[in-house]
């Protein structure tokens, strides 16, 4: 089994920063993709930020150049750090990862929890 495990969520005032992690756990041969999502309530979920395993990234133009995504490889771990928040950033930030299980596995697809970002004053 795998799973992620995100944290960093918070109330935070209109400006500020945050950084959000995501872990993998589990029985994990390799990830490739690890994407962050959010979604705000009575809103479909969106696409925010992803990286391949070799460090290439891509943005949701509303987050580009505020938010800046990253991993550890040998920790199965994708972070986001978030900088000059907006209330409209407020939402929850779901992480998903691509990953194989074994050498000769196939790719499937993980979702974390969650964890509520609000921007606030």
């Known amino acids: 089994q795998v799973q992620l495990v995100e944290s960093g969520g918070g109330l ?18 390799s990830t490739n993709f ?25 943005y949701a133009d509303s987050v580009r150049g505020r938010f800046t995504i990253s991993r550890d490889n040998a920790k199965n771990t994708v972070y986001l ?6 209330p409209e950033d407020t939402a929850a930030y779901y992480c998903h990862a691509e990953v194989k299980r074994s050498p000769g596995g196939m790719w499937a697809d993980y979702w974390g929890q969650g964890t509520q970002v609000t921007v606030s004053s």
């Open 12 to 29: 935070v005032q209109p400006g500020g920063s945050l950084r959000l992690s995501c872990a993998a756990s589990g029985s994990i041969f």
């Open 34 to 58: 690890m994407t962050w999502y959010r979604q705000a309530p009575g809103q479909q979920r969106d696409f925010v930020a992803t990286i391949t395993s070799g460090g290439s990234t891509n």
């Open 81 to 86: 750090q978030m900088n000059s928040l907006k």
